[in-house]
């Protein structure tokens, strides 16, 4: 996925006399950053679901101290 991701966000396939604008950027800019957007949320959901724990038993440590 990433190698997907950074493929789409790489603007060489753009032409360079391409003048097609959206929300006021070039449109090669515009999906340069919705990759860039797909990249983190990736990122984030691996982290989120797939990081192992700390604790394989399921018990948190405690926060106090003694």
């Given amino acids: 996925m990433y190698a997907v991701l950074t493929v789409i966000g790489i603007p060489w396939y753009w032409p360079e006399d391409h003048a097609s604008q959206l929300l006021g950027m070039p449109a090669w800019t515009c999906v ?4 860039s957007l797909g990249a983190s949320l990736l990122t984030t959901w ?4 797939h990081w192992p724990s700390e604790c394989e038993d399921g018990n948190e440590p405690s926060s106090d101290p003694s």
């Avoid at 340069?32 to 990759?35: C, D, E, G, T, Y």
């Avoid at 691996?46 to 679901?49: C, G, P, R």
């Fill in 32 to 35: 340069s950053l919705l990759a």
């Fill in 46 to 49: 691996l982290i989120l679901t």
